[in-house]
């Protein structure tokens, strides 16, 4: 997270998040979409790199088409595969040409994973520069908007320097606790536990409205697991109400893998065990279980990789106890065991499309969900796109693929004076968003 919120904070893309989440400027000052989003425009303002020489478009280009290209450092890679073509139109415009309809790109380009930052200096554009870095502190301080007026410029004095503390959590929390510092952001269902023995106020606890994956996915499915009936029956017997409450009443619980349509033809697709009633659950799972053992088959035994901190060992708690409700013997491993059956899964998703859902969740799948996925990437135009979709989120629903639990748990720790904080859905804080006064 702190690496993410450095690269945020001295280097900007063509556009960026703002404090509420939403698209704005960044290198760009505007830009078009034509062709169904198969060709986007942006026109470039006057930007200088951090050390004041003017930043060119022919350097934006190929800092693009090496984020493009390095699949092993940009995690946005995969999601990125319809981008045809990053020219430089003249010096002030760049053009980027898809195969396939992207009307969603912005959100992908907003990300830190893609932002401008020069290949060997390794410096940006800001909004903030690097000033001085001691061990895990470094400060941070604006950089005068040369596209205001000269009027309206204030240079940046050592009151408005950012600190910004690359520790561990714990650490982190206890020195929010302490008034040691304004800003603890990132936090997960891992340090959630951590809060308490802190003795954090309520009142500085704020809550993203993430969207994204929480869940369990299945990485063997061999032995019990090998049928959708007995996959399904491991989705019965999560009680999501009480594991969520285990944490927060604020918490919001899922049983859907998408959280809307998004860009597919139709609603969420329902599972078989989902009309289930709650009451019913347990038993229609624990009766699956039965028939396993009385067709001579050994208790079913699963191991579930769940992350070791204070938040995995609480998880572990609900989810063991209510597998062990239903006969089934689960073992705890580590969260990169390769011998794991079932590993959580607690991502924000990076932009609103129904795909990265669906490519999250086949982590295996069946090949028919595999297959509609591909025809997802693949399709021609939206409307071919939204129908491959939908078909792949009904057959993963078929497939019992993935066990949704809820959605991901995202919170901050926020002074009272750090009245700019805006919770959004992708989780997002840009360190000069948050300030008094927002750069």
């Known amino acids: ?36 989003g198969r060709t986007y425009i942006f026109r470039l303002r006057e930007t200088s790199w951090a050390d004041g020489r003017p930043m ?27 981008v045809d073509t990053v020219v430089e139109m003249t010096p002030e415009v760049i053009q980027i040409e898809l195969t396939r309809p992207r009307p969603d790109l912005l959100k992908l380009f ?35 908007d040369a596209n205001r007026a000269a009027d309206e410029r204030e240079d940046p004095q050592a009151e408005d320097d950012v600190l910004l503390i690359a520790e561990r959590a714990s650490a982190g929390i206890a020195r929010f606790s302490a008034r040691k510092s304004d800003l603890f952001t990132g936090g997960s269902v891992g340090e959630w536990p951590l809060l308490a023995a802190a003795g954090v106020a309520a009142a500085d606890i704020r ?119 239903i006969g089934v013997r689960p073992l705890r491993v580590a969260w990169d065991a390769a011998d794991a059956d079932l590993r959580l899964v607690d991502a924000v998703a990076p932009y609103d499309s129904a795909r990265w859902y669906l490519d999250q969740a086949c982590r295996p799948c069946g090949e028919a969900a595999t297959e509609a996925i591909e025809a997802a990437r693949l399709a021609p135009g939206l409307a071919e796109r939204a129908r491959a979709m939908a078909a792949a989120d009904r057959l993963l629903a078929e497939d019992v693929a993935f066990i949704p639990i809820a959605r991901p748990l995202r919170w901050s720790l926020v002074a009272p004076r750090l009245r700019a904080w805006q919770g959004n859905e992708r989780a997002w804080h840009p360190l000069n968003g948050v300030r008094r006064n927002p750069i």
């Open 1 to 36: 997270m702190a690496s993410r919120l450095l690269t945020d904070s001295v280097a900007q893309g063509l556009v960026r998040f703002d404090a509420a989440g939403q698209i704005v400027p960044g290198i760009a000052e505007r830009w078009i979409v034509t062709d169904e």
């Open 56 to 82: 060119r478009a022919a350097e934006v280009v190929a800092v693009l088409r090496r984020r493009l290209q390095s699949r092993a450092r940009n995690p946005l890679a995969p999601y990125l595969t319809a």
């Open 207 to 325: 809550l993203d409205p993430a969207a994204g994956l929480f869940g369990l996915g299945f990485v063997r499915r061999e032995g019990f697991l090998a049928t959708p009936e007995n996959r399904a029956a491991l989705a019965l017997a999560i009680d999501r109400p009480a594991l969520v409450r285990s944490f927060t009443a604020e918490w919001q619980a899922a049983e859907d893998l998408l959280p809307a349509a998004l860009d597919s033809s139709s609603p969420p697709a329902k599972s078989s065990w989902q009309p289930v009633a709650a009451e019913d659950r347990r038993a229609m799972a624990r009766a699956r279980v039965d028939a396993w053992r009385t067709a001579g088959n050994d208790t079913p035994e699963v191991r579930v990789a769940l992350p070791s901190n204070a938040g995995g060992t609480l998880l572990w708690a609900r989810v063991a106890a209510d597998l062990h409700a």
């Open 110 to 144: 907003a990300q830190p994973d893609m932002a401008i930052v020069h290949p060997t200096r390794r410096i940006g554009s800001g909004p903030m520069q690097v000033v001085a870095k001691v061990g895990i502190v470094t400060r941070l301080r604006p950089i005068p």
